[in-house]
């Protein structure tokens, strides 16, 4: 059975940081690349980041590059986000996803997808 289940989310005031993380099971993970995704309330869901340990690559959206730091422990099957100088508008539910395609920023090229951890940054 696949399962990716996200932890780490939190309350976290503006400036601050946050690291949440991606545990996977169920696949090969050097197959798949995994994403970041992000969705705020009333808003679409949208990439964040995105690693393949297999091949090697790395990508990151402009709202996030500088800020946000993605990694992988292929030992645990497990995906890190280092979310550094948060702000409000980072706030959502942050899910992760695994493609067999590699990484792409089109939510539907993800196979499997977590269940969200929340995210909530104030002011």
């Known amino acids: 059975e696949v399962q990716l289940v996200e932890s780490g989310g939190g309350l976290v005031q503006a400036g601050g940081s946050l690291r949440v993380s991606c545990a996977t099971s169920?696949?090969?993970?050097?197959?798949?690349?995994i994403g970041w995704f992000r969705q705020a309330p009333g808003k679409e869901r949208l990439a964040v980041s995105c690693i393949h340990s297999g091949r090697g690559s790395i990508i990151y959206s402009e709202s996030v590059k500088g800020r946000f730091t993605i990694s992988s422990d292929n030992a645990k099957n497990t995906v890190y986000l280092q979310m550094n100088s948060l702000n409000p508008e980072d706030t959502a539910d942050y899910y992760c996803?695994?493609?067999?395609?590699?990484?792409?920023?089109?939510?539907?090229?993800?196979?499997?997808w977590g269940q969200g951890t929340q995210v909530t940054v104030s002011s």
């Open positions: 169920g696949f090969s993970f050097d197959d798949y690349a």
């Open positions: 996803a695994a493609s067999a395609f590699g990484c792409y920023p089109d939510r539907f090229l993800y196979d499997y």
